[in-house]
């Protein structure tokens, strides 16, 4: 079986999405299209083939990809395309796939779901997909509200060996917790990141050494740090790059923070309460699957105030009993998910039952 597949995210939640795909026996040529490069350089040898295009520029590559797929669709006439977030490479594929009759997959993580609502023209193409991929299943309602048949929807998580990432945890640090509040995530708009910058700002007025951590990159990285120095927050507030070695700086952390107003099931948010760090997160999309309100972390309205993260990070700050229950509900409710639903094996039958349908 041959496959082409185009898409971004990070490498290691690029390998943990498609990895269990590659793995399977019946998969034998895959076209990769990935601006960001080719995660499996060491790997998959000989199976997988990266259109490596030598440019700086995003459109440039994704205009060139788009051209060598009609050519891989015509000539070697791969059995399935996959797209992962819809716009752009989403997109690309279901065109290939509606002009050459190939059946398609959409994995949407998060974001581009509202995008597809609001767009016509992206709608036309994704309503036609062959199955399409979500976080969870709120997510999976979301898209069979919009009219699509929800036995074409499936769920598809990122795996996660919840034994290796607490081990580094164990060996990177051996610190107290030092800052009170930790973020970890792609800067970007849709996080509004700037609701951080105000919680902690308002935070300092009645606790002077309020702190938050905020770890990553991304493009609204340099605005962030205009608003650190613009609140006067750089002794509260420190921005640090995203490593791979991540899970030491949710050791610093107590409480773990997310003010998206569109998400998907984030891995950082899981990756914090696997460490005991309860979570304050908006009641959007597939968040609520894992944090239940008032036992492993709180739950957010969308439209609420800020005083609303405020409160709920001065009780879990103010009370050192209930925030070791809390943060001890957060480990156990991530270790039985990993268990059960974000293991290589639970993740590598999804795609299975897919290639079966097939």
């Known amino acids: 079986m041959k496959i082409a597949i185009g898409g971004e995210l990070s490498d290691s939640k690029f390998i943990s999405k498609i990895d269990p795909l590659l793995e399977n026996s019946h998969i034998k040529t895959v076209y990769l299209y990935r601006f960001k490069g080719n995660p499996y350089k060491f790997l998959h040898q000989g199976k997988i ?23 891989v669709a015509v000539v070697k006439k791969p059995d399935l395309l996959v797209g992962i977030y819809f716009y752009p490479h989403g997109l690309l594929v279901s065109i290939i796939s509606r ?10 993580p998060g974001s581009d779901l509202g995008q597809i609502k609001h767009s016509k023209l992206l709608f036309y ?17 979301e898209v069979a509200n919009l009219g699509l048949d929800k036995g074409r929807v499936f769920v598809l998580n990122n795996i996660f ?5 607490v081990q580094a945890s164990k060996t990177l640090v051996a610190e107290q917790k030092q800052c009170n509040l930790v973020f970890v995530g792609y800067f970007r708009r849709e996080k509004c990141l700037d609701k951080i910058i105000e919680i902690v700002s308002e935070l300092k007025k009645t606790k002077k050494n309020i702190s938050c951590l905020m770890v990553g990159d991304g493009p609204e990285k340099e605005n962030i ?28 952390g107590q409480i773990f923070i997310l003010t998206s ?16 760090l309860p979570a304050i997160v908006p009641k959007i999309n597939d968040l609520e699957e894992v944090v239940v309100d008032g ?3 709180f739950l957010i309205r969308p439209d609420a105030a800020l005083s609303e993260y405020i409160d709920k990070i001065t009780i879990l700050l103010e009370s ?11 480990q156990k409710s991530i270790a039985m998910l990993a268990e059960n639903h974000y293991s290589e094996e639970a993740v590598s039958i999804v795609w299975q039952k897919i290639l079966n349908d097939l």
């Open 295 to 297: 036992v492993n972390g």
């Open 261 to 276: 107003k569109v998400e998907g099931l984030n891995m950082s948010m899981i990756e914090a309460m696997s460490l005991g």
């Open 320 to 330: 050192k009993e209930f925030y070791e229950e809390m943060s001890v509900n957060a």
């Open 49 to 71: 083939k990266h259109f490596d295009l030598k440019t700086r520029f995003k459109i440039i590559y994704t205009l060139c990809a788009f051209i060598h797929l009609v050519f």
């Open 161 to 165: 060996d919840l034994s290796q990432f």
């Open 225 to 252: 740090s205009a608003l650190i120095k613009k609140y006067e927050l750089s002794d509260n507030i420190f921005l640090i790059d995203y490593d791979a070695n991540i899970a030491k700086w949710y050791k610093y």
């Open 99 to 108: 002009l050459f009759k190939i059946k398609d997959v959409q994995v949407l």
């Open 125 to 141: 193409f994704f309503r036609n997909s062959f199955r399409i991929g979500v976080r969870g299943n709120k997510s999976a309602e």
